[in-house]
């Protein structure tokens, strides 16, 4: 089936990364003096690798579009990072990580990169250690672990519910010290507009100064995006409002394959949409299911206030449909059975599109282990919950608050209201095992490619497999490329090739500065982004599909005729930015529904009305559809499919089961 080459090592799987990091080539330590990296992207996976390739003696060039690394989106996480190190000693293992990861994806992800990444998440956590990172920690100064879902052991690392932040900061400061010792140039509030290919292989990018307009011309032996997803693409996401898919959609256009567009992350806990005032969505941390519990009412319509619903009357829906995982089933599951809730007539608060999410029984329990520490015998409920309360301020404390500025309610006295919201996006450039895309010399790392998580991503795996790219693989992976490079002399940025990408580029911003049109680039995103969700969102259809396909045509054509962009390209212009920003959403989003409409299958995050089992659950053609749709850009937007076929040789694949 596969017409495209993945690269994968032959050999067991258990030792393919061992033997590849072994009999790797290698560049020596002062042909690396030589060789020009370009990293676009100074989140997780772009400040990781970054800051390791620069410190390995390459000559680094890192972009963001915002004014410092430390704005990437990857500040955003939350709950906690994974690693399969066994702290607790609950069974936990690099096989069983992989196993949770490729059962959690739905069996639609690459086995090999799934173990590798298993395989070097211990060394992230001790990484990360290393760099000061204040990871939560026990009494005894052990480093702490919570659970997450997808899975039945705890081998989550985190810090507080600010866990991204954190780590951040100790890729922030990684990559900050090859600044300063001058082995990286920062480019900050810079945004790649095209990738410069020269003979095929990617030899730099044009960059457009966001601070003056100015276009620039980079040149790099090779290109590494680490950008990030295309959540946004919906309007309304958990996403950073300026978080975008322009980097990767214009390499894209340049050959690189968009791998499984439409596999779409749904997080479950997120604070219900308030009105269409609203230009972003905030999450509520996947480890508050750690220890709180979901419900709605057993009434349909009941609009009693919570605190008034009696126990006997709550449906725990969760642990009644899912017993063996209860409150953690994955992402995925628990976001469809919100909405099914919903639908159904159950749903709670103002909108009914929420459920509760409940923190009193399991700070009662907490409460009982602190009077029993403090040698309080028999305590009372009103104890119990004081000392309980203290107990979650310490381990969710900021989500707690943050909670209670958006709603002005105070979660730890009623439950918090959720629903499901737009988080992550599975899909993004196809890369072989190397990381490398379809083009020769361009890299993609992180949340912008598509390889580890199949068609669904476990909590906190997101920080880990940035980590996992920018630290751990592709320092090995880019070196047996670059080993083939070291001959090739700095490109002049004068070449045609950059003439001919920086005048494509500009050409772009021109006309959408003279369309003059009536109508905001926001007006154009939000109507994207109704379409995306009522007909692309949680769930889909052919007949919902095939309509959004036309209604996102039509909206193109509107858009390059009436979008009205102020100012000049030659200046500070943010509607600039984002209408270019928007466009490429509204190309993406074609994209998107094809591949949905393609897949006739429900698997993880892609949701097929028209194929699920008896109990609502997703229904998987293991048959037709075990491959990675991979999408090649033509002329006009259109898309031609190439297929990788998925072989499972080390876990028997069947339907997945969290009963």
Same mark, same amino acid.
């Given at each position: 089936?596969s017409?495209i ?12 990364w061992?033997?590849?990091k072994s ?9 690396k =003096?030589?060789? @020009? *990296?370009i990293i676009?992207g100074?989140?997780?996976?772009? !400040?990781s690798?970054?800051a390791?390739l620069? $410190?390995m003696?390459?000559?680094v060039k890192?972009f963001?579009?915002q004014d410092?690394?430390r704005?990437?989106?990857?500040i955003?996480?939350q709950?906690?990072i994974n690693?399969a ?6 069974g936990?293992s690099?096989y069983r990580l992989f196993?949770?990861?490729?059962k959690?994806?739905d069996?639609r992800?690459?086995?090999a990169?799934v173990? =590798?990444?298993? @395989? *070097? ?8 250690? !290393? ?6 920690? $026990?009494?005894?100064g ?5 659970s997450f879902?997808g ?5 989550t ?9 954190q780590l951040l900061?100790?890729?922030?400061s990684?990559?900050?010290r090859q600044i300063?010792?001058?082995?990286v140039?920062?480019?900050t509030r810079?945004e ?7 003979d095929?292989k ?16 980079h040149?790099?032996h090779?290109v590494?995006?680490?950008t990030g997803?295309y959540g ?6 958990t ?5 975008n898919?322009?980097?990767a959609?214009?390499?894209h256009k ?9 596999y779409?992350?749904?997080?479950p806990t997120?604070?219900?949409?308030s009105?269409?005032?609203q230009s972003k969505l905030?999450?509520?941390s996947?480890?508050l299911?750690?220890?709180g519990r979901?419900?709605v009412?057993k ?6 206030k919570?605190?008034e619903?009696?126990e006997?009357?709550?449906?725990y829906?969760?642990e ?11 992402r ?5 059975a919100?909405?099914e809730?919903?639908d159904?007539?159950?749903?709670v608060?103002?909108?009914?599109l929420?459920?509760y ?5 399991n700070?009662?329990r907490?409460?009982r ?9 028999n305590?009372d409920k009103?104890?119990?919950m004081?000392?309980g309360t ?11 608050d ?7 309610e105070?979660p730890?006295?009623t439950?918090?209201r959720?629903y ?6 599975m899909g993004g450039?196809?890369?072989d ?8 010399g361009?890299?993609?790392t992180g ?9 669904n991503?476990l909590g906190a795996?997101?920080l880990m497999?940035?980590?996992?790219d920018?630290y751990?693989v592709?320092?090995?992976?880019i070196?047996a490329y670059?080993?083939?490079e ?8 004068d070449h045609p090739?950059?003439v001919?990408a920086?005048?494509?580029?500009k050409?772009?911003l021109?006309t ?8 905001s680039?926001?007006?154009f995103?939000?109507?994207l982004?109704h379409?995306?969700?009522?007909k692309?969102g949680m ?7 095939n309509e ?15 979008v ?17 920003r928007?466009a490429?959403f ?5 994209l998107m ?11 993880g995050?892609?949701f097929?009305?028209e194929?699920?089992t008896?109990?609502g659950e ?8 075990a491959?990675?749709?991979?999408w090649?850009?033509k002329?006009?937007?259109?898309f031609?499919?190439?297929k ?6 080390n876990?028997k694949?069947a339907?997945?089961s969290y009963?």
């Open positions: 089936m017409d080459n993945s690269n994968i090592p032959e050999g067991e799987l258990t030792s393919k061992t033997k590849f009999s790797v080539p290698l560049v020596n330590p002062s042909n =003096r030589t060789i @020009e *990296v676009v100074s989140g997780l996976a772009g !400040a690798a970054a390791t620069a $410190e003696g390459y000559k890192c963001c579009f410092s690394p704005r990437a989106h990857s955003a996480a709950g906690g690693a190190k066994n702290y607790q000693n609950d936990d690099t196993y949770d990861t490729i959690g994806g069996y992800a690459r086995e990169n173990h =590798r990444l298993a @395989e *070097v998440s211990a060394n992230i956590i001790d990484q990360c250690v !290393a760099q000061g990172v204040p990871l939560a920690r $026990e009494y005894g052990l480093l702490d672990n919570r879902g899975t039945q052991v705890q081998r690392f985190y810090a507080a519910g600010q866990t991204g932040q900061l100790g890729a922030y990684a990559l900050e300063g010792m001058g082995k140039e920062m480019y810079h790649m507009l095209e990738v410069v290919k020269i095929g990617a030899r730099g990018i044009i960059a457009r100064n966001l601070i003056t307009g100015e276009i620039e011309r040149f790099g090779a590494v995006l680490g997803g946004n693409v919906f309007y309304l996401s996403n950073a409002m300026g978080s898919v322009t980097a959609w214009k390499a340049q050959g690189a394959y968009f791998a499984n567009p439409c779409t992350q749904i997080h997120c604070i219900p949409v009105g269409d005032h905030t999450l509520m996947e480890s299911r750690n220890d979901i419900w009412p009434k349909k319509d009941d609009n009693r919570a605190s619903i009696p006997d009357e709550r449906d829906y969760l009644r449909r899912y017993p063996a995982f209860g409150n953690l089933v994955p995925d599951v628990a976001s469809r919100a909405k809730r919903c159904a007539g159950y749903g608060g103002a909108s009914k929420a459920v999410l409940d923190f009193k029984a700070t009662e907490y409460g282990i602190e009077a029993s520490k403090a040698g309080i015998q305590p009103e104890t119990c004081r000392l203290d107990v979650i301020k310490e381990k969710y404390g900021n989500l707690f943050m909670y209670a500025q958006i709603t002005g105070n730890y006295e439950p918090m959720i499901p919201a737009v988080h992550y996006t450039l196809w890369v095992y190397n990381l490398m895309t379809s083009v020769e361009l890299y993609c949340e912008a490619n598509f390889s580890d998580h199949g068609a991503r795996s997101a497999q940035g980590l996992a920018g751990f592709l320092p090995y992976t070196g670059l080993s083939k070291i001959s090739v002399k700095a490109i002049p940025t090739a950059f001919e920086e005048e494509r580029a050409g772009i021109n959408l500065i003279d369309i003059k049109g009536t109508k680039v926001d007006h995103h939000k109507r982004g379409i995306m969700w009522e692309c769930a889909r259809n052919e007949k919902g599909l959004a396909i036309a209604e996102i045509r039509a909206l193109r054509a509107e858009f390059w005729s009436n009205r962009v102020p100012g000049t390209a030659d200046e500070l212009n943010t509607e600039l930015e984002k209408a270019g928007v490429d509204i190309e993406l989003g074609e529904c094809i591949d949905a409409l393609n897949r006739n299958e429900s698997c995050g892609h097929r009305e194929y699920q008896e109990e997703a229904l998987r053609d293991d048959e037709n559809y491959y990675v749709a991979a090649e850009f002329e006009g937007v259109n031609e499919l190439h990788e076929e998925l072989k499972f040789e876990i694949v339907q997945r009963k």
